[in-house]
């Protein structure tokens, strides 16, 4: 509690992203499961849906029922990311090879001896 704890502290913009595992949560669902955390010490006034620093991320699972919550630590906003998502982007790549091929095709290829 004490690494979220310090995470809300740092007075960062936050939104919420809300996942269902094998399942889809209707918009009502996910403000109650949001409302859930309304004892943290969240500030209404840092929540930023799109320019966001911290996303904090519930996930709903479904087979065990229970929640789960986190903060999202890899993310990529978008293509020019400096980030590792970004940097191994199949678009990107100048070359395409067997570790970057259809899985089905790989497969073929490495039983052809």
């Known amino acids: 509690m004490d690494k979220l704890q ?4 740092k007075k960062s913009t936050f939104r919420f ?3 269902g595992i094998n399942k889809k949560i209707p918009r009502e669902q996910q403000t ?8 943290l010490p969240f ?14 991320r519930v996930l709903d699972n479904e087979p065990d029922g229970q929640i789960y919550f986190g903060e999202r630590i ?3 906003r978008n293509k020019n990311d400096d980030t590792y998502y970004a940097k191994y ?3 990107k790549r100048p070359y395409l090879g067997p570790t970057s091929t259809d899985h089905e095709l790989a497969f073929l290829m490495a039983n052809q001896g």
């Open 43 to 56: 500030e209404q006034e840092l929540v930023d849906l799109k320019n966001f620093d911290v996303c904090y």
């Open 74 to 76: 890899a993310y990529c």
């Open 32 to 39: 109650n499961i949001i409302e859930m955390f309304k004892n």
């Open 17 to 19: 992203s809300i996942e």
């Open 6 to 9: 310090a995470s809300i502290d």
């Open 89 to 91: 982007d199949l678009k």
